[in-house]
C-alpha cells in the first residue's frame, strides 16, 4: 500500500512516531520498518 510507504519514510525522517500512524495500518507500517532493519519501539 501507498500510504504505508509514506508513514515508514515519515517515521525514518523522524516527523512521525509510530503511534501516529493509524491503527488500520500500524502492524504493515511496523511489519516493514522491522523488514527495513529500524528500531521500532
Known amino acids: ?3 504505508v510507504t ?3 519514510t515519515l517515521i525514518i525522517a523522524g516527523r ?3 503511534t501516529q500512524v ?3 495500518i500500524r502492524t ?3 511489519a ?3 523488514a527495513m ?3 521500532v519501539k
Do not use: F, H, K
Request: hydrophobic fraction near 50%.
Open 1 to 3: 500500500m501507498a500510504i
Open 6 to 8: 509514506v508513514y515508514v
Open 16 to 18: 512521525r512516531t509510530l
Open 22 to 24: 493509524p491503527a488500520s
Open 28 to 30: 504493515q507500517v511496523e
Open 32 to 34: 516493514d520498518l522491522v
Open 37 to 39: 532493519g529500524v528500531e
